[in-house]
């Protein structure tokens, strides 16, 4: 069965980094697109970076210049590399994976979450 096994995440001081990961296995990795998205306490879930088939991704404003998001075919790892961490950027972490090409719409399945806490 499709499992998409999260690691990483936990508290980080302003300014630090961390990396998430996501480990897949159950569906042919390279052919679906990858994302992370994020839950605040008492806000909408939030797309944070997509990456496509291709190669190409996509970043929340939010985000831009601070995250990277990788993915390894041959690993079947889908990372999320934090730099700069903020105290907004607090929030639960999801990895998602969908049957797509070009553009992440409705994910198909979900990682565990991972929780990410900055302190200021």
């Known amino acids: 069965q499709v499992q998409l096994v999260q690691s990483g995440g936990g508290p980080v001081p302003a300014g630090g980094s961390l990396r998430l990961s996501c480990a897949a296995s159950?569906?042919?990795?390279?052919?679906?697109?990858g994302g992370w998205f994020r839950r605040a306490p008492g806000k909408e879930r939030e797309e944070v970076a997509t990456?496509?088939?291709?190669?190409?991704?996509t970043y929340a404003d939010s985000v831009k210049g601070r995250f990277t998001i990788s993915k390894d075919n041959a690993e079947k790892i889908l990372y999320l590399q934090m730099n700069s961490l903020k105290p907004e950027d607090t929030a639960m972490y999801y990895c998602?994976?969908?049957?797509?090409?070009?553009?992440?719409?409705?994910?198909?399945?979900w990682g565990q979450g991972t929780q990410v806490t900055v302190s200021s």
């Open positions: 998602a994976a969908e049957s797509c090409i070009a553009t992440m719409t409705s994910p198909d399945y």
């Open positions: 159950g569906y042919t990795f390279s052919t679906y697109c």
């Open positions: 990456v496509n088939t291709y190669g190409r991704t």
